[in-house]
């Protein structure tokens, strides 16, 4: 069970190290699937965080792409991670019943 949570951990690590889609055409930083769910969450939703809020004003100055990034990446981008917790949590009912038995 553990060799399987490493594995979806590992997955999940991956996927969050691949680059989103470009924000623009216009020779902008590409960012990983991790920093678009960064900058969202620490920009605009909660501990909001100076550097990340001027990056976020900077991406909305280009306000389609922006609302594209965050309602079809942002979005694509917590269904794995909230899939990931759903695995660990059934990771976990596994290893309680195994503890049980």
Do not use: C
């Amino acid at each position: 069970m553990k060799t399987e949570y490493n594995e979806k951990r590992r997955k999940l690590n991956a996927y969050l190290e691949t680059n989103a889609p470009p924000p623009d055409g216009h020779g902008s930083k590409n960012l990983t699937k991790r920093e678009l769910m960064n900058l969202i969450i620490y920009g605009e939703r909660a501990h909001l965080k100076e550097e990340k809020r001027k990056q976020i004003k900077n991406f909305e100055k280009r306000r389609i792409l922006w609302d594209i990034m965050k309602k079809i990446f942002f979005i694509k981008i917590l269904s794995e991670v909230l899939l990931m917790i759903r695995d660990t949590k059934e990771l976990n009912e596994k290893v309680l019943d195994y503890i049980k038995d």
